[in-house]
């Protein structure tokens, strides 16, 4: 009977824990790409500017067709958008890079109508 009363216990502190470690690891994440795509902006910023470009636009187009219906995952569309294009174009880079720039994008999307720190109005 012990045991059944600490494995409810658990269950619902888990149950209770799980969002915040959710919550806490995709910040975590978020994190750990936008310092990977910053490093590579560092080192090569002629790439970098044609793989924000296209990041841009994979991650509308994203949400265009998710908004039409057409596609449930919106970040898997947009990586498959901006690595068929970078192919194309002989752009041959790690797709790790590619998932840290559109979720950079993703970021300036949602917060492009946000006052940046530091800028003036004028």
Do not use: G, H, Q, T
């Given at each position: 009977m012990d045991m059944?009363?600490?494995?409810?216990?658990?269950?619902?502190?888990?149950?209770?824990?799980?969002?915040?470690?959710?919550?806490?690891?995709?910040?975590?994440?978020?994190?750990?790409?936008?310092?990977?795509w910053s490093e590579f902006k560092a080192v090569e910023p002629g790439p970098a500017y044609w793989i924000e470009e296209i990041?841009?636009?994979?991650?509308r187009a994203a949400e265009q067709a998710g908004m039409a219906g057409y596609v449930e995952d919106k970040k898997n569309y947009a990586l498959?958008?901006?690595?068929?294009?970078l192919a194309a174009k002989g752009v041959h880079i790690d797709?790790?890079?590619?998932?840290?720039?559109?979720?950079?994008?993703?970021?300036?999307?949602?917060?492009?109508?946000?006052?940046?720190p530091g800028a003036t109005t004028g």
């Open positions: 059944d009363i600490l494995s409810k216990f658990v269950e619902a502190l888990l149950l209770a824990l799980a969002p915040v470690l959710a919550s806490l690891l995709a910040a975590w994440l978020l994190a750990v790409a936008r310092k990977a990041a841009s636009i994979a991650v498959d958008i901006a690595e068929r294009w797709l790790e890079l590619i998932d840290a720039a559109i979720e950079a994008a993703v970021w300036e999307e949602l917060n492009k109508d946000r006052e940046r």
